[in-house]
């Protein structure tokens, strides 16, 4: 198994092609791909929450909320899904450029790779906020479900962070470098507030 499974994509090959992509020594994909699949699991366990909740004759009267719900963690799934694809391609473009004598394209490589786990933090957050919102409301019986989206969604907001923090840290433009991690910082903490809110029969302390 060797880097990107460039014939097929990231995002259209199976987990343990993945996997095992993973655990070779190309660089890509890596780390900061692997962020994003915590996320992509969470999205899809709180799509079924929200759907067997539909279902449920006690929710009746919700079933349009939660069908809501369903629906926007299905796009979610499919946008940090995506987002594998997204972080090789710049992880490439990175590579590459330090290869160049031009610090200037290394900047723009940089700058660039920042985007995607960037972007899993911020729809990790979103995944996060549905999957706690599913543990608090939904169905008792999915309840572990949605927990387990809660602990899968939080992942994929710290190993984003992780993987941001590592390639602001390569950029020379202060004023971005700030403001990426003000937003990170921001991102975290309310990820850690929502953790904390989840209903404790969900999330035992």
Do not use: W
């Not at 992509?40 to 069908?67: C, I, K």
């Not at 921001?186 to 404790?200: F, H, K, M, V, Y």
Request: one cysteine or more.
């Amino acid at each position: 198994m060797t880097g990107r499974l460039a014939e097929s994509g990231l995002g259209a090959t199976s987990l343990t092609a993945f996997a095992a992509a993973l655990a070779s020594t190309t660089p890509t994909p890596g780390g900061s791909c692997a962020a994003a699949l915590p996320a992509g699991l969470a999205a899809g366990l709180v799509a079924m929450v929200a759907r067997l909740s539909a279902e449920s004759d006690p929710f009746s009267d919700l079933s349009f909320e939660l069908e809501a719900v369903a629906s926007e963690a299905d796009r979610l799934r499919e946008e940090v899904l995506a987002l594998l694809e997204e972080d090789a391609t710049a992880f490439d473009r990175v590579m590459a450029a330090r290869r160049l004598p031009d610090e200037q394209a290394v900047q723009d490589a940089y700058r660039a790779a920042v985007q995607p786990p960037l972007e899993v933090c911020r729809r990790s957050l979103r995944v996060l906020e549905l999957a706690v919102a599913m543990a608090d409301k939904g169905n008792p019986h999915a309840a572990v479900d949605a927990g387990v989206a809660v602990l899968l969604a939080a992942a994929s907001v710290e190993a984003g962070a992780l993987n941001a923090q590592v390639d602001l840290a390569a950029l020379e433009d202060e004023a971005f470098r700030s403001a990426c991690a003000d937003e990170l910082r921001t991102i975290r903490g309310r990820a850690e507030q929502l953790r904390g809110s989840a209903p404790a029969a969900v999330l035992p302390a």
